[in-house]
């Protein structure tokens, strides 16, 4: 089973009515689906202004995917700087990505476009890499 680094920014919105909640930027893991197990992702990120609620919400990607996520709170405003720290667990399956692969049924697709990142293994990163 091979683990997969992402990240960027994304967006939050309220389950329900799909309102906008807050833009994030995101640290996300992933495993690809086997026959025997399905795809897994999880990761953080950290908002400017701190949520009212934390459980579901939908959580759109830089790259067009989105996905259900539970939310929960990762601590306390950092210092000065006021940002707010979540932890989040990805629900189902990542799905509508444009022009850079696709996430569905259990196995993850991905297509060498130009301009779209490509995710990378933890063995691939860097310690030059910017995050």
Request: with cysteine; proline share 4%; aromatic share 12%.
């Amino acid at each position: 089973m091979t683990v997969r680094y992402s990240g960027g920014t994304a967006r939050l919105y309220a389950k329900d009515i799909e309102k906008p909640v807050a833009d994030v930027r995101y640290q996300m893991m992933f495993t690809q689906g086997t026959k025997f197990t399905r795809m897994k992702w999880w990761g953080d990120f950290y908002a400017s202004k701190e949520l009212k609620n934390t459980g579901e919400f939908i959580m759109e990607f830089e790259d067009g995917s989105r996905g259900e996520v539970f939310v929960h709170t990762g601590g306390a405003p950092q210092s000065k700087s006021g940002r707010y720290q979540y932890s989040f667990n990805g629900r189902g399956r990542l799905s509508g990505l444009r022009g850079c692969g696709s996430h569905s049924g259990g196995r993850l697709r991905i297509k060498a476009t130009p301009g779209c990142p490509m995710p990378l293994t933890l063995n691939e990163r860097t310690t030059s890499e910017k995050v």
